[in-house]
């Protein structure tokens, strides 16, 4: 029962880094219809931007305060995140329109190999450990045979910062008119294209949007696990992106549930089964969801026009 | 997809730009150095290095500005580049033709025709030519292997070519399959003790095997999903190679697998042997070059059996596949077959490819079959020009043999000082080179592509008129 608890909670939070990178596959995928491969190295590289502001402002700046501190870097690291995901976006995608059809996964994986690669010749390949951030626990309760049930404050913030943050963004897309356009794109791109919508200038800002949310949880990830290399996009970016499979590709609320579900899956299979093969279930099940219910949870299911 | 090469006069010529706008050129270049500062500001700017249990930065400011620098010169000679075309765009050249032209051999289909000889001619001479020019036997072994590794890429390539190029798949775990074919050879050797050549077709069957397993739930995918879920299936494959340590000894590989033997005699020093039965000195490159001709001559065959069935019906129905699955299915060819035989086929290869590093290693790990791997196979093919034979050879002489051409220049070292090593930007270049070949040349080196079927008379096909990949 303890122990369940405490997976849960795990769970929960690991879940909701998933979340946070599976809705930049979900709102790409949505508005021009690819699979966004580079996210999880973009993910990787906020990581690293995290991490390098982190040290900046704490040895060199001398911020004491560690909760400031990390509030400063996770908008930095948005920023310049979001600034690599819309050059990506100007590079490589935005010539592709209208080229063949795997021309932009194509493209997208040579933007993974270059990210990855980049930041290995960059900052060299070893892991790279934290220093110490937030250690405390609360105690919720004792289990019988003595085992606590805790409740890390990196949980904690982690919790309330992608609730924060989700709360925001589902504003931005239901209530202001950049949401309205995205969803308009979305539905019927040359549609909006001739009502006025600026179609190439709303699919770069959801690819902006996008690299926020992956720096968001590149730099809950950092907080969570205290160490990055710069191979760590590869397996987060393909678990997120079964997430949004799950939760129904395209559909933004199913992005969050699809991430909390497979944060939980993995959390129980290692604690229960076995840890070694926690990644061939992640792998499993995106090939599971993938050829028996490719619309997920909450997608619509995809009509095919000829 | 670009305007068809055939213009006419008639057509209202745009305006023409009289001079180069100096300003706005300057302006825009600035711009994309500002970004280029943006996005280097912690990755390049800051270094961390780790000293003890601690990190700290190691600022490197200087590299930042260089690459600014760079990224504005570049970008201000693309600005006057792209005036120049398109002031030559603008006004016609009297010679291009008004009408429709009558197709007449292009110029690569001219040079494929001295080309491909003279290139097989270089492949089947190669060990005498590279001891000839070294010098001896012994000081020919870095080329001979480097040889081996190329033919190895290209056979690899060749395989892949079959299901992405032919068949329009996009099979990103091509991997698995290569990996099934060393473990295949691996686990039979060292259990039962078989030979080589009892083992080569065994794992290319086990292979091909292995590619109808896989290929059978993902028939009714397409496009991406496809692509994706065989990525999934080459990463299971890979993690239970490495958690099933009972079969696969783990992560530590398996090891002391025996070596491949001429027909039946080993190339060993003492009697019996290769050496002492031809009446030859004993030389450990007798192997080596030995090596080389199978791996040739099993390249050649995937070569020759692509080649062959293009021109069948499955063939046929590949690239029918390709072109379109819904016309394909409404023609009553049965899409689930031909998407399985690709697989399969495309698999039993890399099969083949897989017994053949096993052998030649010696030592098979599940670290040499990871996701990288077959990106690079899949980069091979996509810059080769999806389909086509020959452009997939070149780019696996230039992918895998450039970079070590490069580690030996050595006045390249000393211009980058005397740490450079050109491998190690060798993914960064790769990675570079998918995205350019998708912006600027979606289709590949060789774009053009011999038709497989002709009707009475040869006619123009460009690689721009054909749309592929859709549906």
């Avoid at chain 1, 880094?17 to 979900?26: F, N, S, V």
């Avoid at chain 1, 909760?67 to 010539?95: K, N």
């Avoid at chain 1, 949310?213 to 992106?241: C, E, I």
């Avoid at chain 1, 909390?260 to 926690?278: P, Q």
Wanted: aromatic letters at 12%; one cysteine or more.
């Amino acid at each position: 029962m303890e122990i369940f608890v405490q997976q849960l909670i795990n769970g929960l939070t690991l879940g909701s880094i998933y979340g946070l990178i599976a809705i930049g596959y979900t709102m790409v995928f949505g508005i021009i219809g690819m699979v966004n491969f580079a996210h999880g190295d973009v993910f990787m590289l906020s990581a690293f931007i995290a991490l390098i502001f982190f040290l900046l402002l704490t040895t060199w700046l001398g911020i004491s305060s560690v909760v400031l501190a990390l509030f400063i870097v996770l908008i930095i690291a948005m920023v310049l995140t979001s600034l690599w995901g819309w050059t990506v976006e100007r590079i490589a995608y935005r010539p592709l329109r209208g080229s063949f059809r795997l021309a932009p996964l194509i493209s997208a994986i040579g933007v993974s190999i270059f990210l990855s690669n980049f930041v290995q010749v960059a900052q060299g390949a070893r892991n790279k450990p934290t220093p110490p951030m937030i250690g405390d626990v609360i105690v919720l309760f004792q289990g019988a045979s003595g085992y606590n049930v805790a409740l890390s404050y990196k949980q904690v913030i982690i919790m309330v910062t992608t609730a924060v943050l989700l709360t925001i963004f589902w504003y931005i897309v239901q209530k202001t008119s950049l949401g309205r356009a995205q969803r308009a794109c979305e539905q019927d791109r040359k549609m909006a294209a001739l009502l006025g919508i600026n179609v190439d200038r709303t699919i770069s800002l959801t690819f902006v949007i996008g690299a926020a949310l992956a720096a968001v949880a590149g730099t809950m990830y950092l907080l969570y696990y205290g160490v990055v290399s710069f191979s760590d996009g590869f397996v987060p970016g393909v678990k997120a992106f079964t997430a949004a499979v799950l939760g129904g590709i395209g559909s933004l609320p199913g992005a969050v549930l699809g991430g909390l579900i497979i944060g939980l899956i993995e959390t129980f299979w290692s604690a229960y089964f076995s840890i070694e093969y926690k990644d061939v279930a992640a792998f499993s099940i995106l090939a599971i969801v993938l050829i028996f219910m490719p619309s997920g949870i909450l997608g619509r299911p995809e009509v095919e026009k000829v | 997809m670009t305007a068809p090469s055939i213009t006419t006069t008639s057509a209202k010529s745009p305006a023409v730009p009289t001079h180069f706008d100096v300003a706005a050129a300057v302006k825009d270049s600035a711009k994309a150095a500002l970004i280029t500062l943006g996005l280097s500001i912690p990755i390049l700017a800051y270094r961390t290095d780790q000293s003890g249990a601690d990190l700290f930065l190691t600022p490197r400011w200087g590299l930042v500005a260089i690459i600014c620098a760079i990224v504005f010169g570049l970008r201000l000679v693309l600005h006057a580049f792209m005036a120049t075309r398109s002031y030559r765009k603008a006004v016609p050249s009297p010679r291009q033709a008004t009408e429709a032209v009558h197709a007449e051999p292009s110029a690569y289909q001219k040079a494929s025709r001295f080309g491909i000889p003279f290139f097989l001619g270089i492949a089947l001479t190669f060990p005498i030519l590279i001891v000839l020019i070294q010098g001896g036997l012994n000081e020919s072994r870095y080329w001979v292997d480097l040889g081996i590794l190329i033919l190895t890429y290209v056979m690899l390539g060749w395989g892949l070519n079959i299901v992405v190029g032919l068949a329009g798949l996009l099979d990103l775990g091509y991997v698995a399959f290569y990996a099934v074919g060393a473990y295949s050879y691996a686990l039979l050797s060292t259990t039962f003790g078989l030979s080589f050549w009892i083992c080569l077709p065994l794992a290319g069957i086990l292979a091909a095997f292995w590619g109808m397993i896989l290929g059978f739930p993902v028939l009714r995918l397409r496009g991406d999903y496809l692509a994706i879920v065989t990525l999934a299936f080459g990463e299971i494959v890979r993690l239970v190679l490495i958690n099933w340590v009972d079969l696969t000894n783990g992560g530590a590989g398996i090891s002391s697998i025996p070596r491949a033997t001429f027909f039946g005699l080993p190339f060993t020093a003492g009697e019996g042997g290769f050496a002492s039965t031809f009446g030859l000195e004993f030389n450990s490159m007798h192997r080596m070059i030995f090596l080389y001709y199978l791996i040739l001559a099993l390249a050649l065959l995937t070569n020759f059996v692509t080649m062959r069935l293009r021109k069948l019906p499955v063939g046929r129905a590949w690239e029918a596949l390709r072109e379109d699955e819904i016309a394909c299915r409404s023609l009553g060819i049965n899409t689930t077959n031909t998407k399985l035989t690709a697989f399969a086929i495309g698999a039993m290869f890399g099969g083949f490819a897989g017994s053949f590093f096993a052998v030649r290693q010696g030592f098979v790990s599940p670290e040499s079959f990871n996701f990288l791997e077959s990106a690079i196979i899949l980069a091979i093919v996509v810059m080769g020009g999806m389909g086509s034979q020959v452009g997939v050879a070149i780019a696996a002489i230039v992918l895998v043999g450039g970079p070590e051409v490069l580690r030996n220049l050595t006045f390249l070292q000393s211009i980058f000082g005397a740490g450079f090593d050109p491998n190690e930007y060798r993914l960064l270049l790769f990675g570079v080179g998918m995205v350019a070949m998708m912006v600027w040349r979606p289709r590949g080196l060789i774009s053009e592509r011999e038709p497989s079927v002709i009707l009475k008379e040869r006619k123009a096909i460009s690689g721009s008129l054909v749309k592929e990949g859709h549906g």
